[in-house]
């Protein structure tokens, strides 16, 4: 079965829903937390679940390079390989192309973009048809198209003509797609152009995916353009499809995204945070490295509901960070998740009771005190 | 409450028995988890437990370090502080003086021993009554005596001379103890030497110990060296106490020990044979990184009721040790762990229904075959 979304009830452009897949329905808005080599780093599927998590999502790249998507399909497909029966969504490796290729080096031709591995710097080309066939393999819930995710501040000529490209490798990605059970997303890119968003979105949604993402934002360019680059795009998509804002797991850009009309978000801040010792809370993030927290006994965030907060302090977790204990990035990881997805059920009951802006605004305040 | 040591049969010189805690009762002989930093290494206390676990260790060198006695004692202890409500044994430092002193250089005089952190090469000054002092404070539920442990091949006059100020620490440590929660065990040392044994034991249990953990073995020697060591030392311990058998975790080992008559065993090797891609199984060690092992879709052991033989399979362990994700080192270490306190469980039915001798025979037989 494709994934299928029904759209409850708007606040403003925020929207509640649902989105059926084969391992469940998921409530919309939500947060798909990163498990890049299939793996949440450092914690079980189940520590995941406990957060609340529904669909979590895997790297293309990552898998293609190691195991490999044959070991993959072998072992029954990645929710078989992992353990997770929950949704899974997978990249297309596109942006792992852009951010991990050895030396940034690329060569990016009509067929595909040669590049190198950041393992071993061996030679790789990557083209729409072999992204595909590697995730038709991984045979996860949600494949993406390939695409090229430019660097922000790019030219309009270069943004022009990557952005056409992209819209080819989609088409090129769909025909070769072959996996009934599995959904297939298209990608709006444009830069920051408004004309080339539009374009970009309205020749996507022609193609008719099973839903749509919005990339190559928040990526280094400002707030208002990042704000911007999701308002040129969305008005543009369907509302009987899903919306997924690629990247994004700030907690200001996720409450600007909802406003906007986004359902789906990921990103690797919660768990890449928490391996540095940050941690999420209302009044903003903190580092558990500080010394201030040495004879600190109360729990990382007082009223949290999570696992590390109901059983553990802000001492003993500053002292796990301080020896390199990995239960310190562990217990840091389900509060950083757990945090983001407790903000998206508070999302989804603002929505629902036509209070969003209010929440968005109260949060933000809190946030940024 | 003191430990209580409960004696219920006997088969051969192997004991089946309880030790009484004030955090509960666990059955011997058995196998004690090491969590060094007040953390087992890459888990979570419930996993742990999980495995069956009942008493583990915590080491007072690490935790004087890092956080320090007083911030565990202002947490409320090390049960509160680490989230454990099992029992809980520290060691007194002695063993880490010796093997992580910075450079290994120290210098012991009979006030104590003075040596460089591991961590900053910051001087440092271990006295038997600091030791204690420290573990009164980490309000554990047994403490150790602080000791010398000597070289392996150490001559036998500086043997005889470490024996005895070993003692002098054993009754200056036992004067200066001050918690009437905590238990205290003495240490027999006298490294391989039969009479020094001899000596060591019974001058140890003079001074009347909640029980008595035989030190100094397994630390580079050979088989039947060590096998002596613990004859030389276990039959001048009173029955009604416990035996401890320090650092010994390789299997046939405990097997060996159980055959004597020890009740407890700890060591890090589940955990650090985990973390570097190393499972038990009942035919020996095998290594995950072996490529032979890349598209194995059994568990790490068959017939294993460990959390990771029931849900992941070679293949996928294999995959997260070389992508270095730490959950590859979480389920190994619960393997590791549930392998060596299922084996004590099946220790205790065979000493239950007198046929150990049969058990240990046939467990040598398969694990070196």
Redesign the interface.
């Given at each position: 079965m494709k994934v299928k979304y029904e759209l409850d009830k708007k606040d403003g452009n925020a929207r509640l829903g649902k989105l059926h897949t084969n391992h469940g329905t998921v409530i919309t808005p939500m947060f798909m937390p990163v498990g890049t080599?299939?793996?949440v780093?450092?914690?079980?599927p189940e520590q995941v679940k406990e957060c609340g998590s529904g669909v979590i999502l895997s790297n293309t790249y990552?898998l293609w390079l190691?195991?490999g998507e044959d070991?993959v399909d072998?072992?029954?497909g990645l929710h078989q390989?992992?353990?997770y029966d929950g949704p899974i969504l997978t990249d297309s490796g596109g942006f792992q192309v852009f951010s991990l290729a050895k030396n940034k080096k690329k060569d990016i031709v009509e067929e595909g973009v040669h590049f190198k591995s950041h393992i071993d710097g061996k030679k790789l080309f990557l083209t729409p048809e072999l992204s595909i066939e590697i995730q038709n393999k991984l045979d996860s819930d949600i494949a993406m198209s390939f695409d090229e995710c430019i660097p922000p501040n790019s030219t309009y000529e270069y943004t022009k003509n990557s952005t056409e490209r992209t819209l080819r490798w989609a088409k090129r990605g769909k025909e070769a797609f072959n996996n009934e059970k599995q959904s297939l997303f298209g990608i709006v890119q444009g830069g920051s152009f408004e004309d080339l968003r539009k374009y970009s979105a309205l020749e996507t949604v022609k193609m008719d995916f099973d839903g749509y993402a919005i990339g190559g934002v928040a990526i280094g360019e400002e707030k208002d353009v990042t704000y911007n680059m999701i308002d040129y795009s969305i008005k543009y998509l369907p509302e009987d499809k899903p919306r997924y804002l690629m990247g994004v797991g700030e907690p200001l850009d996720i409450l600007e995204g909802v406003k906007q009309g986004v359902d789906m978000f990921d990103c690797v801040l919660p768990t890449r945070l928490a391996r540095h010792g940050n941690a999420f809370t209302r009044e903003g993030k903190i580092n558990l490295k500080n010394a201030k927290f040495?004879?600190d006994?109360t729990p990382i965030e007082n009223d949290c509901d999570c696992?590390a907060c109901k059983?553990?302090?802000k001492?003993?977790v500053?002292?796990?960070i301080?020896?390199n204990?990995?239960?310190g990035?562990?217990l840091l990881s389900i509060h950083n998740i757990r945090f983001l997805i407790k903000m998206m059920e508070e999302i989804r009951e603002a929505i629902k009771e036509d209070r969003f802006i209010e929440y968005k605004e109260e949060f933000t305040k809190k946030y940024t005190n």
């Open positions: 080599c299939a793996t780093k450092t914690l079980t990552h190691r195991p070991i072998k072992a029954g390989f992992m353990n040495k004879e006994f696992y059983n553990y302090t001492a003993y500053k002292h796990l301080t020896c204990e990995s239960l990035g562990t």
